[in-house]
């Protein structure tokens, strides 16, 4: 059943004032120039979404050019076990804009953290990324900033590696930044480093 209308516009609101960053509203009339900070579209005009975690969430409002619609939620994970699926949300709000042409996905951390292994995670990753494409949409794999799970990670980023398109912006996460353990101060370096690798991606829709 779809959500009432509203509902995912509420939660895509609550999760950036959660991402504790500023968003602006319009840029100059006029200007050639791509967008500045602004409000991220909604789905229903967004060619490009970003879905996973809490770390999804930052990084999506954190992207200055393009902007994709962010549909993040704090504890998701890809596992079953996690307190809500990464494809279980991404596909509610397809059930009620329909989809998107391209996703970028971010998860895993929430997924370690209930135990589940490297192998349960790539398959559920596996099964999201067939779901998305069945549906017309490409996934875009991005790695994750890990921080203290990092040591966890390198069966997942080389599935990563594996898939038809991904981007690793790793060097650019910002150690020092971090405000509580997992998130950073500032997505901003990370951020844009994805908005640049996916412009470089030619055969992708985004908008």
Do not use: K
């Not at 509902?7 to 609101?13: A, D, K, M, N, Q």
């Not at 704090?74 to 391209?102: E, K, M, W």
């Amino acid at each position: 059943m779809s959500a009432a209308p509203g509902v995912h516009r509420s939660r895509w609101w609550t999760a950036a004032l959660l991402a504790g960053l500023t968003v602006t509203l319009g840029s100059a009339a006029g200007s050639c120039a791509p967008p500045g900070p602004s409000l991220p579209p909604t789905p229903p005009t967004a060619a490009l979404w970003f879905v996973g975690d809490s770390l999804a969430t930052g990084t999506g409002f954190g992207m200055p050019y393009p902007r994709p619609f962010v549909d993040g939620v704090g504890a998701a994970g890809f596992t079953s076990g996690a307190l809500s699926t990464i494809q279980g949300n991404t596909q509610s709000v397809i059930d009620q804009y329909g989809p998107p042409r391209t996703i970028l996905a971010m998860g895993g951390v929430n997924d370690f953290a209930i135990n589940a292994t490297a192998s349960q995670i790539t398959a559920a990753m596996g099964a999201f990324e067939a779901a998305m494409n069945a549906q017309g949409a490409t996934v875009v794999w991005v790695m994750e900033p890990a921080w203290s799970r990092a040591p966890q990670f390198p069966p997942v980023n080389d599935w990563i590696r594996t898939r038809g398109h991904w981007i690793d912006c790793l060097a650019y996460q910002g150690d020092h930044l971090l405000w509580d353990g997992d998130h950073p101060a500032d997505y901003g370096p990370f951020a844009q480093c994805v908005a640049d690798r996916l412009l470089d991606m030619h055969d992708l829709d985004i908008g």
